[in-house]
């Protein structure tokens, strides 16, 4: 219906609407508030569920979803001292560590602190080898300081730190800085790398492939920009490793209908934390090269490497060492992050790419589209030049910097088995070993029952025994179907990030209400 | 011909001729559509120069004054002391217990802290912001405006003004072809709203301010832009910058209103980007907040007309554009529009925290009672006295010059003189394929080492001609600048007067 038709359709009701005025109900679906009897017409809003961006609709991202809304709400009724089965809501929804208790690193705030506030330059209880570096941050900021605007790419030495950074975790391998991009988070970098290539219409429109299950970024990123999502579905039964066939299958169906382009990989996994085996990656590079798809690898979990025999390999030293053929080819754009890892620093929203083999012209349309955004927030710059270039043996700061990173990453991996383990012994629920990243990704066995009665409900299953564990035990946990899963197969997603007392207890009492469940719904 | 379908099978058969993936045919058009002159190809030049100047090159100046961007600390101007303090002490809490940090700072970090999520900065906020500061930024809002009612419900922080803006635009586009989203914008405008409306592929529908009569805007200009606009698309939303960048006019009061109105009577969504609100320098102009004006107007305008206000750390007296802070206040808007808002916002998960706890320091700053006021005051008066004496100061020498014509510089941070450029420099730069003040530009930028933005950056009147560029250069520094743009445009003048 028009605007215009609904404002006739208001205008008719209006006689009727005049006698109910003073109790403020409008009856127009679309009238916005109270009206005076003074006679001007009705409005309809200008921005309604029907006039606003189609696209904008189609975008879920289940990760601050609809559960996370309902704990939220929950937490507010305890507070206000609403009785609940539980004392306190688990947020075990979102890869936060910090939220959850993990320390940032000593010597990237102060090193921060010193950049925001550098009178404390002249403060003796800051060690040398951090005034070193603030001092160096700041010396390429405009006016020497981080409050100013920097160049769109990102500050020069920080991109010139990240390059040898690459290029010394990748045994030499040169990186250009020219080719590194400072972004704010890595969600910016993929959603701008994204939009370069999404183009075409209808059978040419841009097919996108992504994994099943995946970090719904993805999902979104393609629904807001109207490209096609071309599912292909990591294998389960084997530690959710990728299978070529599988890649092939799912490029040739999507041919059908759209033009697939792109090749997203995330690696560690994220729903799923597994670490892709080396000859996978090269599999994928080979694919990738002959199919003519752009790679993009998310690699911001590179350093939550847990399980024995897992490495992480990045997808630019692979390429390269799979030679010219393949190196000076394939076009890769390459995601890391400040959120992750072991410093967790989220809210800093720092960030870089590196594109490797873009075409120059469209790298100039990069550059021109990031300066719309002026560019990433500085400080989330400096932090990320600080995990580029963190404290070397021999420094001031050094012991208590791998004092730091080890515990938290050696907690990290402890968590990482406990999960799988404690998991593994409750019926109903078969959880793959979190090789890497920071979640668990278990399957659970649901009674036809329960499916049923989701289904009634307009519910996914699992989101339906999502809401069950929210509301019985206070632990808010993440659908499988908000990352996707194989049909009939259900999930949920849980972070590894509570401290362990708390991680036990949650891991108890999620055994408990599944157990509980079954019974209930059989 | 579907170039792609060759690429693909050439690539598969033997790997030799292969094409990029992307290249310019695959792009995404409306990325090749988008145009952001602040940081265009004079900056990139201008960058080049530095660089040859870095590397020991000789050129007719020895330093690039970058007098293209409003960034405030570039050119010189220090950080507000207290906003530093209070951020540091959020970076580092262990500097809570340094006495060098005064009481009124660390009451205000830890407040902060306290609603952020394990008490660190490094924790994700919830999308719409840490709930303290937006309830900081509701009660700043109140009081600004007089006691007009904002709730905080309806506060969200943004990663700078333009994350904001940027996505109120993604909601509204929609349509297509005649029922196609319309976005009225002032001409001149700041090129992020026609970026913006490139990228989405929306109409942009001009709208002129009116240079002779200081940039004010004129209703009667907004009635012709969405008649004529009607023609071919839906405009459903007015955007307006008070005080304007480029132009640097407050509007009156009255003038508000009759947007308002206008608003009001075509159904339009009113966007206000109101980052300059503390840059207001002539002494017969006054901020005022759309939203105070419109609830002024009173209930049925109050209770109708939706609008959305931008604030930014950018500008102000704090200069903070590193930190990429910023706020829209909703008005208005629809409920399930407001829950498909916030789902958008969740995807790219929260603005950085460090510019939300800046923006935090902007609305709750040091009272009169506290120790740190006289320090803050004398701070903030200083920043905003030597922005409104290199406002006049612009404005005086520019006018001086023959052939320059300068609005007064009312607010913002920005001069966008009008300058006659003589029929044979028009030429040369149309036989050049170039904007003639771009040409312009270029030239000033080669032979003195200015770098400002032409006005076709920006939109001008057709055959006008104007450049921006930044009162932000210090005292001495824009004296020198305005002298040596005032040589500059006496000697192109005579170039290409036709006097041989």
């Not at chain 2, 394990?118 to 999308?127: D, M, P, R, T, V």
Request: charged fraction near 20%; aromatic fraction near 8%; charge should be neutral.
């Amino acid at each position: 219906m028009s605007q215009h038709t609904k404002r006739s359709v208001c205008a008719r009701n209006r006689t009727v609407f005049l006698s109910f005025f003073t109790s403020n109900t409008p009856l127009c679906p679309t009238a916005s508030s109270t009206r005076t009897a003074s006679a001007l017409p009705l409005r309809g809003k200008v921005l309604t569920v029907d006039t606003m961006n189609a696209n904008v609709k189609k975008v879920d991202y289940a990760v601050r979803g609809p559960i996370v809304q309902r704990a939220v709400q929950i937490e507010k009724e305890l507070k206000e001292g609403v009785k609940k089965p539980f004392e306190e809501v688990i947020k075990a929804n979102i890869g936060d560590a910090h939220a959850m208790g993990q320390r940032p690193i000593t010597f990237f705030r102060q090193v921060i602190a010193l950049c925001t506030y550098p009178q404390l330059l002249d403060d003796n209880k800051f060690p040398e080898d951090a005034k070193n570096r603030a001092r160096r941050i700041l010396q390429s900021c405009g006016g020497n300081s981080i409050g100013a605007y920097t160049t769109s790419q990102g500050i020069d030495c920080v991109r010139h730190d990240v390059a040898s950074y690459i290029q010394r975790r990748d045994g030499g391998i040169p990186s250009d800085p020219d080719n590194i991009y400072l972004t704010t988070g890595a969600s910016d970098g993929i959603v701008t790398i994204l939009k370069l290539l999404t183009a075409g219409e209808g059978r040419t429109r841009t097919g996108v492939m992504i994994s099943i299950p995946q970090y719904p970024l993805y999902s979104a990123s393609i629904a807001e920009l109207g490209a096609v999502q071309i599912n292909y579905y990591l294998n389960e039964e084997k530690c959710w490793s990728l299978d070529i066939s599988e890649l092939q299958r799912s490029l040739h169906a999507a041919r059908e209908h759209c033009n697939p382009r792109v090749l997203c990989i995330i690696n560690p996994g994220n729903p799923t934390g597994q670490v892709q085996s080396r000859q996978c990656i090269e599999d994928v590079i080979r694919f990738a090269a002959k199919e003519n798809l752009f790679l993009m690898a998310d690699e911001v979990y590179q350093d939550n490497v847990y399980a024995e025999g897992c490495e992480f390999h990045s997808f630019k030293k692979v390429l390269f060492e799979m030679g010219p053929e393949y190196s000076s080819k394939v076009e890769l754009a390459s995601f890391h992050s400040t959120s992750k890892c072991y410093m967790g620093e989220c809210g800093f929203r720092g960030g870089y790419m590196e594109v490797i083999n873009m075409d120059p012209e469209v790298k100039a349309q990069l550059t021109k589209l990031v300066s719309v955004r002026l560019c990433p927030p500085a400080p989330g710059q400096a932090l990320m030049d600080l995990v580029v270039n963190s404290p070397q043996p021999g420094e001031p700061s050094y012991q208590t910097f791998m004092k730091e990173r080890t515990a938290v990453l050696s907690a990290l991996a402890e968590k990482a088995k406990l999960t799988e383990e404690i998991l593994n012994t409750v019926p109903g629920i078969s959880c793959n070993p979190v090789q890497g990243a920071m979640y668990s990704f278990p399957r659970i066995t649901l009674p036809e029952r329960a499916i049923n009665e989701a289904k009634a409900k307009g519910q996914a299953p699992d989101m339906f025994y999502c809401m069950k564990l929210l509301e019985e035990s206070g632990i808010c946990l993440v659908p499988g179907s908000g990352f996707g899963q194989r049909e009939g197969t259900y999930h949920f997603r849980m972070t590894i990030l509570p401290p362990t007392d708390k991680l036990k207890i949650m891991l108890n009492k999620l055994k408990e209400f599944h157990q509980k469940f079954t019974q209930q719904y059989s | 011909k579907d170039s792609r379908v060759d690429d693909t099978s050439a690539g598969r058969l033997d790997g030799k001729m292969r094409e990029k993936t992307l290249t310019m045919d695959t792009l995404n058009p409306q990325v090749k559509a988008v145009e952001y002159a602040v940081r265009g190809p004079i900056v990139l030049k201008a960058g080049e120069i530095e660089r040859y100047l870095e590397e020991g090159g000789t050129k007719p100046f020895s330093e690039v004054i970058k007098a293209n961007i409003g960034d405030a600390h570039a050119m010189g101007q220090q950080p507000i002391t207290f906003l530093r303090q209070v951020v540091a002490l959020c970076t580092f809490p262990e500097l809570m217990d340094s006495p060098s940090f005064p009481e009124d700072a660390k009451w205000r970090a830890r407040r902060i802290l306290q609603g952020c999520g394990g008490h660190s900065l490094g924790s994700y906020s919830a999308s719409p912001g840490v709930e303290c500061i937006r309830k900081d930024i509701a009660a700043y809002i109140e009081q600004r405006d007089e006691g007009v009612p904002s709730d905080w419900e309806n506060i969200y922080l943004t990663t700078g003004a333009s994350d904001g803006i940027m996505t109120i635009l993604r909601l509204l586009v929609s349509g297509k072809d005649s029922s196609r989203t319309g976005v009225m914008i002032p001409i001149p405008q700041y090129p992020l709203y026609s970026a913006a409306i490139s990228e989405m592929d929306a109409v942009q529908v001009n709208y002129y301010l009116d240079e002779d009569n200081c940039w004010a805007l004129d209703i009667n200009e907004l009635h012709r832009a969405y008649q004529a606009a009607k023609q071919h698309c839906q405009p459903r939303v007015i955007c307006i910058i008070n005080p304007g960048n480029p132009t640097g006019q407050v509007q009156s009061k009255k003038c508000i209103e009759e947007v308002l109105h206008f608003a009001y009577e075509e159904n339009l969504f009113v966007m206000s980007d109101e980052v300059y609100q503390d840059n207001v320098y002539a002494p017969d102009c006054q901020f005022h907040s759309f939203k105070k004006v419109l609830y002024e107007m009173g209930p049925e305008y109050f209770s109708s007309v939706e609008l959305v206000s931008f604030h930014s750390t950018s500008k102000g007296y704090t200069g903070e554009c590193g930190f990429r802070g910023g706020y829209m206040e909703v008005i208005n808007m629809d409920p399930e529009v407001k829950a498909q808002l916030v789902k958008l916002l969740s995807v790219r998960l929260c603005p950085p925290l460090a510019g939300q706890a800046a923006m935090d320091v902007i609305v709750n700053p040091p009272q009169p009672e506290e120790h740190t006021f006289k320090q803050f005051h004398q701070e903030k008066s200083s920043v905003l006295g030597a922005l409104a004496e290199k406002a006049k100061l612009t404005e005086q020498i520019l006018n001086a010059v023959p052939g320059i014509k300068c609005n007064p510089v009312q607010g913002a941070m920005y001069a966008f003189p009008r300058i006659f450029i003589p029929p044979k420099a028009v030429e040369e730069a149309k036989a050049l394929g170039m904007q003639p003040d771009m040409l312009y530009c270029l030239r000033l930028l080669e032979e003195t080492g200015i770098c400002v933005v032409p006005g076709s950056g920006f939109g001008q009147k057709d055959r006008t001609y104007h450049f921006r560029m930044t009162i932000l250069p210090s005292i001495e520094k824009l004296n020198v600048l305005l002298g040596k743009v005032r040589d500059f445009h006496i000697s192109f003048l005579k170039e290409y007067s036709g006097l041989e």
